[in-house]
């Protein structure tokens, strides 16, 4: 009787297997399709922040064409394309998505960010005033404040780059960015307090080390601020404090930050080397 039931159950399980050649099967193999074998968000993410972007690019690529119906993949293709610098080619497929039904401001918001590192500026305007004033983001303002930048509308660019920078954990970027503006106006004393609040943040940030060094020298202070740096850091600094003291008409400093900046580098520093001969032989610009 024992050795019947077993028999019954090897049956069962053989028609169990044999019903996998039927619609059981199709969704085991749409599980075991190459696009779901891993949690698709997961990886979507992975390759737009930690892949290669030329590999990130070719993925969405390949997973667009494939299924040309699902808006995330042209999505993540769109992105891919902007992350690897290739922002050109990155606006035609954002058009198609801001005109699509599955459109989020979010779209426009990146739609914006791609005309911008395009060189479209009026496009991008156009993109962000579509974009409802509920959707307020960080990156929203951020490209909302380099227009009003572009356009020299300081109170709105303020304004902007404050918001933005209380919209983020990571602010470094934007202060900088804020303090370049305040630089390229002529307001050095506040574009020094900006990049000291950046390098706060980050201390890493080598374009905002050498932006303070130059809102420094633009207030003929020809001394290195008391921040972290590397010793080649350390002569790179000296060779901008340097340069900025000879574009001022202080040669004499100039000169001897240039030679600090030399014997400072710990290998050969070809550009202070070429700068200080310019000097010497009366060619500096």
């Not at 300081?154 to 209380?166: I, L, N, Q």
């Not at 202060?175 to 020094?192: I, Q, T, V, Y």
């Not at 303070?212 to 001394?223: C, I, K, S």
Request: charged content about 25%; aromatic content about 6%.
């Amino acid at each position: 009787m024992r050795l019947q039931s077993m028999g019954w159950l090897c049956v069962a399980g053989a028609f169990a297997l044999a019903g996998c050649d039927g619609p059981g099967r199709v969704d085991a193999d749409k599980a075991l399709d190459p696009l779901n074998v891993i949690d698709e968000s997961n990886l979507s993410e992975l390759m737009l922040t930690v892949a290669d972007p030329e590999e990130a690019v070719a993925y969405f690529r390949r997973a667009a064409t494939e299924r040309p119906e699902r808006t995330d993949l042209q999505r993540g293709l769109a992105r891919s394309l902007v992350r690897a610098g290739r922002a050109t080619e990155a606006i035609p497929v954002w058009e198609r998505l801001v005109e699509g039904a599955e459109a989020t401001p979010e779209d426009r918001v990146s739609f914006a960010g791609a005309l911008i590192r395009d060189g479209e500026w009026d496009r991008a305007k156009t993109q962000l005033d579509a974009v409802p004033p509920t959707h307020e983001t960080f990156e929203r303002y951020r490209l909302e404040a380099m227009i009003a930048d572009m356009n020299q509308q300081w109170d709105r660019a303020d304004s902007f780059y404050e918001t933005a920078v209380g919209l983020t954990m990571r602010p470094a970027g934007v202060l900088n960015n804020w303090g370049f503006s305040k630089l390229s106006r002529g307001d050095h004393a506040a574009a020094e307090r900006l990049f000291v609040e950046a390098l706060g943040h980050d201390r890493t940030l080598f374009t905002a080390k050498n932006n303070l060094v130059l809102a420094r020298g633009a207030q003929r202070n020809y001394t290195l601020p008391l921040i972290q740096m590397t010793q080649i850091e350390r002569a790179e600094l000296l060779h901008t404090l340097a340069l900025t003291a000879v574009r001022q008409g202080d040669v004499a400093v100039g000169r001897g930050l240039l030679e600090e900046a030399i014997d400072s580098h710990p290998r050969h520093f070809e550009a202070a080397v070429r700068s200080l001969r310019a000097l010497q032989n009366n060619v500096i610009n």
